[in-house]
């Protein structure tokens, strides 16, 4: 059931206030929000293919007699590396960034990722402020401080926590996004609704909840909650941040072995999912209803729901789950009942395998 509430305001309280601002149209609307009204030195750097959304930005902080600089950026994941930090850096010498200056970034979660790291360590920390464009950016890849960027032997290996001063989401900018976009979202979405479960979960069941349904603002919001609940508690991922990581063990080891970009972040972690599902009925006595729901999401949201073509030697490797890899320490998320996680160590890796062939490959589903 969809309910009237159109705004939601997230607090965190760790070292620094952040916040983070849910509510559609809020860009168009063009109302500047604190930080931004306080703020006399603006870098803004935006995907072009938000340069609408920017443009009204931009005409709103030139009428407080603001300075404020303008990039339109587009890079994709190959280019989230230390070259485009440089870039970055450069950019900021030219424009004078000073301390008291804030950097604004609109885009998905590669250039929030990217922007986030530069600002992290330009002149030891400037604040910034993010404006995420993608579904996968609003209710993951902007909320919670991590920022990185790639290295050449691995994914997110150069990064820090910095927190934005603040978070701005308008779920109204992703009614441009295509569909594979929206895809690499959702996933996350439903891992959320496992962990979290209460109302998100109940609103994921009780409506079809399709590309663009009424309801999105709302399910966005709460997944935001969840996540924003769990930095409070462990910035630095020791303890309930782990949660998160829920399906992320088989998603990251598909990633891997594919190839980035071979298959979507989104798809790879309903997959894994699926197989932290059955493993938490096999181990943990989840009641296999859930798999049942979680299965229902990813066929109305056209997600895959098993993968051919795969080297499951090489996925496992990838997972640290092969024979050879010390398994004793290797950590899941599994699940004992909607919205009660739990971390697992040492499980057998034959039963590993046997899982993931028998959920995952093409012909063997169950
Ligand atoms: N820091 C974190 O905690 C965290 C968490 C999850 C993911 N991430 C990172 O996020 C990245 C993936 O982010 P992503 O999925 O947003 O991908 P992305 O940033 O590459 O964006 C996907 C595509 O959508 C386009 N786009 C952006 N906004 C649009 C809009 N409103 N309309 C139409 N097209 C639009 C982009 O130009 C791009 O082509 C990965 O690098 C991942 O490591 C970080
Ligand atoms: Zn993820």
């Not at 009237?4 to 070292?15: G, L, N």
């Not at 071979?262 to 009641?287: F, M, N, P, Q, Y």
């Not at 050879?324 to 039963?351: C, F, M, S, Y």
Request: include cysteine.
């Amino acid at each position: 059931m969809m309910s009237t509430q159109q705004h939601w305001e997230i607090q965190a309280s760790f070292h620094r206030e952040s916040r983070v601002v849910c509510e559609p149209g809020l860009i168009r609307r063009g109302t500047l929000m604190a930080e931004l009204i306080d703020a006399r030195h603006i870098l803004l750097i935006h995907d072009p293919l938000v340069a609408e959304h920017a443009g009204i930005l931009v005409e709103r902080l030139h009428h407080g007699g603001r300075t404020v600089a303008v990039k339109a950026w587009t890079i994709d994941e190959r280019d989230k590396t230390m070259e485009t930090v440089q870039r970055l850096y450069e950019w900021f010498g030219h424009n004078l960034v000073r301390r008291d200056s804030i950097v604004v970034v609109m885009g998905g979660g590669v250039l929030t990722d990217t922007v986030g790291f530069a600002a992290s360590t330009y002149l030891r920390g400037i604040a910034w402020v993010a404006i995420p464009t993608t579904l996968l950016g609003q209710v993951d890849a902007a909320i919670g401080g991590k920022v990185a960027v790639n290295l050449p032997h691995g994914k997110n290996l150069a990064g820090a926590f910095h927190l934005p001063r603040a978070v701005y989401v308008d779920p109204d900018i992703l009614k441009t996004l295509p569909l594979v976009q929206w895809q690499a979202g959702v996933g996350e979405v439903m891992k959320t609704a496992l962990i979290a479960g209460g109302t998100l979960f109940k609103q994921l069941s009780g409506s079809p909840v399709r590309f663009g349904d009424p309801v999105w603002p709302e399910l966005i919001a709460h997944t935001i909650r969840y996540k924003v609940e769990i930095v409070n508690q462990d910035l630095e991922e020791s303890g309930p941040r782990l949660y998160l990581n829920f399906g992320h063990t088989v998603a990251h080891g598909l990633e891997q072995a594919l190839g980035y970009g071979t298959i979507t972040h989104g798809a790879a972690v309903g997959l894994g999912c699926r197989v932290a599902l059955v493993l938490s009925e096999t181990l943990l006595g989840l009641d296999p209803h859930v798999r049942g729901q979680a299965e229902t999401w990813m066929a109305i949201w056209k997600l895959p729901m098993t993968i051919s073509g795969v080297n499951w030697d090489q996925v496992l490797r990838a997972m640290g789950q092969d024979k050879k890899a010390d398994t004793g320490g290797q950590r899941w998320i599994l699940l004992e009942q909607i919205g009660k996680p739990k971390v697992q160590k040492g499980i057998d890796p034959d039963l590993v395998r046997r899982v993931l062939t028998n959920v995952l490959e093409e012909n063997h589903a169950v």
